[in-house]
């Protein structure tokens, strides 16, 4: 598994270039992977 990643970015355009130029750069690799995290927050009710 490669372990190049592009930036973290709130926006997805930034890493969705990085991955267009490294797939450009590196035309064996064709399988990447989006990872989303979403911050939750939960207060008990008394």
Known sequence: ???ETS???EDFAE???W???HCGQ???HH???EIIT???QA???T
């Open 31 to 33: 399988t990447y992977q």
């Open 19 to 21: 991955v267009l130029r």
């Open 38 to 40: 979403r911050p939750w």
């Open 7 to 9: 930036p973290t970015s």
């Open 1 to 3: 598994m490669d372990s």
């Open 43 to 45: 207060w008990r009710q």
């Open 15 to 17: 890493p969705q270039n």
């Open 26 to 28: 590196n035309p064996s």
